[in-house]
């Protein structure tokens, strides 16, 4: 490390005050409530590492936070599970992160000492927490300065720039545990990633091409569907026209598909069913258009589909997906880059479904 960068971290340990942006009470409009406002920089304990914050990525469970809704977090909040920045110091016990390393967060809090978290199943915690969504008072990603635990960061090589990390890591180690933990995907298989354009669905169609599938992408409007094709999708069909799911069956020559990358809910998942070929498998991860969907049951039993719920992911996903990164192999998208001053905007831009890729705002240049 070059003495400069020796000093600036120095500085950095020694101050008292930092930015983050705070809320206090809840409001379905965010620039209501969240302030940028100066408070002290957190005193990490024995196993945790201090993280000069350089870039934080946008997600919708910070608007849930904000709302109150479906869950009360404790206040006051400061939101924010994904971001990427430098270890400026290191609790006692802490032993393979050091001071200058360059790490990404990974927001599941989970016990690592239950039957689920030492059987490689952390997401089945049931003490998991995702960081700055449940955590707190004020702990959370959107801030000059954060915590956490050694075991909650992972190391980024250095042709993995601070926005690609923070854009993609909860995106990628959702869309990874998804794809390869959950649905198991191979080489050649057909996979229908629905909702190409969110986030999830940008990381799902780069991981399924990674794997040398066929994939069929779906996307609201014209402009995303060109860039789900840009992406590596091989066809793409609008989800939001009537007869979408026919045109899907179509391109398969009417043989169906093997996984489905689902995330859209009832709108389209009664359709979804019945897409799948014999013994496909479709994973959820969210149903965004509504939860109380129906399906013919006849597909479940008749044609052995596998239905797959899953949530998160592991720290081992992340660091296989943040691997790839570096490779080049999958890109991380980014819509918007706010400075931080006006950081509250990007919560607003959240609720904008016309986005395409991730937005992202930069603590450390106001
Ligand atoms: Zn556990």
Not at 141 to 170: C, R, W
Request: glycine share 10%; net charge positive.
């Amino acid at each position: 490390m070059q003495t400069s960068s020796l000093s600036q971290l120095a500085t950095d340990r020694n101050k008292k005050n930092m930015k983050a942006a705070v809320y206090r009470s809840h409001s379905k409009d965010p620039r209501q409530v969240v302030r940028i406002e100066d408070i002290d920089v957190p005193k990490i304990k024995s196993h945790e590492v201090l993280i000069k914050v350089d870039a934080a990525a946008y997600n919708y469970n910070d608007l849930w936070g904000i709302w109150g809704e479906p869950i009360k977090i404790p206040l006051p909040h400061i939101s924010g599970s994904d971001v990427a920045g430098t270890v400026i110091e290191v609790g006692d016990d802490v032993s393979k992160i050091r001071v200058g390393d360059r790490i990404v967060s990974h927001p599941n809090l989970t016990c690592r000492v239950c039957y689920q978290c030492t059987s490689g199943r952390e997401y089945d915690c049931s003490d998991r927490l995702v960081w700055g969504f449940q955590t707190g008072p004020l702990w959370g990603g959107f801030a000059q300065y954060t915590h956490l635990p050694e075991v909650n960061v992972v190391k980024l090589p250095d042709s993995v720039s601070f926005n690609d990390a923070a854009a993609i890591s909860m995106v990628g180690m959702t869309a990874w545990h998804m794809l390869v933990t959950r649905a198991g995907i191979r080489p050649g298989q057909t996979v229908l990633i629905m909702g190409g354009g969110s986030g999830m669905g940008i990381a799902g169609i780069q991981i399924a091409k990674l794997f040398n599938c066929d994939v069929i992408a779906t996307a609201g409007n014209k402009e995303k569907m060109d860039k789900c094709i840009k992406l590596g999708a091989d066809y793409v069909v609008n989800h939001r026209e009537d007869g979408w799911h026919r045109k899907v069956r179509e391109i398969t020559n009417k043989l169906g598909v093997d996984v489905i990358f689902e995330h859209i809910g009832k709108t389209v998942f009664p359709q979804e069913v019945g897409l799948l070929k014999m013994g496909g498998t479709l994973v959820s991860t969210g149903a965004t258009t509504g939860y109380d969907s129906t399906i013919d049951l006849r597909y479940l039993f008749f044609r052995g589909i596998n239905l797959l719920g899953a949530t998160q992911g592991t720290k081992a996903g992340l660091e296989e997906v943040i691997s790839w990164v570096s490779k080049g192999k999958i890109k991380s998208v980014i819509d918007t880059v706010l400075p931080f001053s006006n950081m509250v905007e990007g919560h607003v831009k959240m609720a904008d479904s016309q986005l395409f890729g991730k937005v992202l705002t930069t603590p450390q240049r106001l």
